[in-house]
């Protein structure tokens, strides 16, 4: 795991290189492979697409490699239509927290009025800026990393809604010693900074 995200490296045993494989992407991956096939099998899921399974061939070119094996379309969802990033912010004790924000990708970033949204949204008149549904766990050493919900996607997709995750310690994200620094006495409050930051990156006002 990198950065709360899980990342798929190729180490050549005898010189100790390493390559990555996965481009980066925003997901959890799973692989599967035995030593006597020259593939191997890789799964990736995402806040925006289901498990995808691809057929990783090591006989092929670099270039032609990747191959889809199997995939869940999910009708009404398309993953192009949303966007994930992840930022980090300041607890009040200094440490670097990261956090994943998910939206659709027609929610403006920078808090303007739901009146200048679209049509379809005139229900909204009342509201002067987009909403943050933010959620988080920090407990019993349980790392939250990407993964899909049908039910989520919908939801941003029909209302100007950004949705966060921080990785807030007292969950797995970086090892016991992340657990360890939020239990018991060292409990701290990170839900307030957190809410701070999109007030300064101008993802929402601060009282949405």
């Not at 030593?35 to 670099?62: C, H, Q, S």
């Not at 990747?66 to 994930?84: A, C, N, T």
């Not at 959620?135 to 939801?155: H, M, Q």
């Amino acid at each position: 795991m990198t950065q709360v995200q899980d990342a798929l490296y190729l180490l050549d045993l005898n010189s100790d290189k390493r390559e990555r494989l996965d481009s980066q992407r925003c997901a959890d991956i799973y692989a599967y492979g035995r030593r006597d096939e020259p593939w191997m099998f890789v799964a990736f899921d995402g806040f925006t697409n289901p498990r995808i399974m691809y057929m990783y061939d090591f006989t092929l070119e670099k270039d032609e490699r990747w191959k889809v094996y199997r995939s869940v379309e999910v009708p009404g969802l398309k993953h192009e239509d949303f966007k994930v990033d992840q930022i980090w912010y300041k607890a009040r004790d200094g440490t670097d927290i990261p956090m994943f924000t998910l939206r659709h990708k027609d929610t403006p970033e920078n808090g303007v009025p739901i009146l200048q949204y679209g049509e379809k949204l005139r229900s909204f008149q009342l509201l002067s800026s987009i909403w943050t549904h933010a959620t988080g766990y920090g407990g019993f050493n349980i790392a939250l990393g990407p993964s899909f919900d049908a039910a989520l996607l919908t939801f941003l997709k029909h209302y100007p809604i950004l949705y966060v995750m921080p990785n807030i310690r007292g969950g797995g994200e970086f090892g016991t010693g992340w657990y360890h620094a939020a239990i018991k006495e060292k409990k701290v409050s990170t839900p307030i900074p957190c809410a701070r930051t999109f007030s300064i990156y101008t993802y929402c006002w601060i009282d949405h």
